[in-house]
């Protein structure tokens, strides 16, 4: 159990409407990230952080903004959701001895 | 172009046999080799890892081959239980890199009972 909590683990919204995911770990590790899960893609890197305020783009990073004002939260938004982004997305962390990632439970997102 | 490949979306076992999961990749680059399990409604659980140093990694009833000059990894579980039905996804990542880890797009694997 690497302490990462998402929230919210489901949301529906509409097509254009901004989006905020939020994930929360409770061990101050300095590396986070983002990732998306689809069907025939595995998981996908979205946006990572090396420490508050730095942040840096993964492999789909379009569409997509992050911010890390606080070591323990990293939060990802959508500025205005498009239908392909109807995903299930992970938060994980890498502690700061090791090379592992570790994921979160994920939060379900849907645009209709 | 996926640079991490699992070619096998799915794959049926009997419990108590050996399942394989196969894993390629193109970048050489690569050094650093992870596999995660994932169940439905879950994250994804680390399992066990490899380091292109070694060739071979074994932990408890999974092991993990690395054949660096194929560029291909495989995860052996032996014996399979029910349990271990769930997805696989192999992933790899640079040494000067880690914060890009690749992953496949995963092998569901079904014990049977």
């Known amino acids: 159990d690497a302490g990462i909590t998402q929230s919210p683990r489901h949301k529906v919204t509409e097509t254009g409407t901004p989006v905020t995911l939020r994930c929360h770990q409770t061990?101050?590790?300095?590396?986070m990230y983002w990732y998306r899960q689809d069907p025939g893609h595995g998981l996908r890197l979205i946006h990572y952080s090396y420490g508050v305020k730095d942040t840096d783009k993964g492999e789909v990073s379009d569409g997509y903004s992050v911010s890390r004002s606080k070591t323990e939260d990293f939060l990802l938004t959508l500025e205005s959701a498009t239908s392909s982004q109807t995903s299930v997305y992970f938060c994980?962390?890498?502690?700061?001895?090791?090379?592992?990632?570790?994921f979160g439970e994920g939060s379900w997102l849907t645009v209709v | 172009d996926q640079q991490v490949k699992q070619n096998s979306p799915s794959l049926s076992v009997q419990e108590g046999r050996i399942s394989i999961l196969n894993c390629d990749y193109t970048?050489?680059?690569?050094?650093?080799f992870l596999w995660y399990k994932k169940y439905p409604a879950e994250g994804p659980t680390f399992l066990i890892s490899i380091s292109s140093i070694k060739d071979k990694n074994e932990d408890g009833r999974f092991t993990v081959f690395l054949n660096k000059s194929a560029k291909h990894l495989s995860l052996h579980i032996v014996p399979s239980q029910p349990g271990d039905s769930a997805v696989y996804f192999c992933a790899a990542s640079v040494k000067t890199s880690y914060d890009k880890v690749i992953f496949g797009p995963g092998t569901s694997l079904s014990v049977i009972p």
């Open positions: 994980a962390i890498r502690k700061d001895s090791g090379n592992t990632i570790y």
């Open positions: 970048n050489s680059m690569f050094d650093y």
């Open positions: 061990e101050n590790h300095r590396y």
